[in-house]
T-cell receptor, first 111, second 117 residues
Framework: DAKTTQPPSMDCAEGRAANLPCNHS???????VYWYRQIHSQGPQYIIH???NNETNEMASLIITEDRKSSTLILPHATLRDTAVYYC????????????FGKGTTLSVSS | SAVISQKPSRDICQRGTSLTIQCQVD?????MFWYRQQPGQSLTLIAT?????????ESGFVIDKFPISRPNLTFSTLTVSNMSPEDSSIYLC??????????????FGPGTRLTVL
């Protein structure tokens, strides 16, 4: 079973920030939080990952709570092209450990 | 990022036949994985393709049904054998450990959309 819990769907207005929550209450000290997204009919795309500090890149920001039991992916200015399924995954980073996907959150961005 | 191509991109097959899907990466990678995505579902890991040795299969997947080869560090194949309509899915190749990329960054190919009649 996936180690994360995400809402099945969310809506966001174009131009607004999209905040996608993820609960991972059983996360271990050596597990990272990864976010991927899958736009319809494409392979999943890496977004961002982090261990305990907040992270930011050109795509998004990742906010991890101090107890590491939950996190939020922030898309600062959502566009229609951000409509996708977003997957939050916790993962031990070691050789040969593949990503295990849960059900994810379907984000719908509308104008 | 690593550029991953899959062939075929899609196919329609008759039940009882087999289909081999190819995955080619533009650079050497450490790890290669195969996933299945059934209609309307999330991705499920089928196996890890090991270079020069037998693949490591996840629970519920067996070598007789999904034989995998990985002859070198840039290429792998997945065969879906004795197909039934339940095998209709998108099959995705994924890689990790591409040169110049963080070790733990996993990339995905575009997928092969398989329909079994």
């Amino acid at each position: 079973d996936a180690k994360t819990t995400q809402p099945p769907s969310m809506d966001c207005a174009e131009g607004r920030a999209a905040n996608l929550p993820c609960n991972h209450s059983t996360i271990s000290g050596n597990e990272y939080v990864y976010w991927y997204r899958q736009i319809h009919s494409q392979g999943p795309q890496y977004i961002i990952h982090g261990l305990k500090n907040n992270e930011t890149n050109e795509m998004a920001s990742l906010i991890i709570t101090e107890d590491r039991k939950s996190s939020t992916l922030i898309l600062p200015h959502a566009t229609l092209r951000d409509t996708a399924v977003y997957y939050c995954i916790v993962r031990v980073v070691s050789a040969g450990t593949a990503l295990i996907f849960g059900k994810g959150t379907t984000l719908s961005v509308s104008s | 990022s690593a550029v991953i191509s899959q062939k075929p991109s899609r196919d329609i097959c008759q039940r009882g036949t087999s289909l081999t899907i190819q995955c080619q990466v533009d650079s050497q990678v450490t790890m290669m994985f195969w996933y299945r995505q059934q209609p309307g579902q999330s991705l499920t890991l089928i196996a890890t393709a090991n270079q020069g040795s037998e693949a490591t299969y996840e629970s519920g997947f067996v070598i007789d049904k999904f034989p995998i080869s990985r002859p070198n560090l840039t290429f792998s194949t997945l065969t879906v054998s004795n197909m039934s309509p339940e095998d209709s899915s998108i099959y995705l190749c994924s890689v990790e450990g591409a040169r110049g990329r963080p070790y733990n960054e996993q990339f995905f190919g575009p997928g092969t959309r398989l329909t079994v009649l």
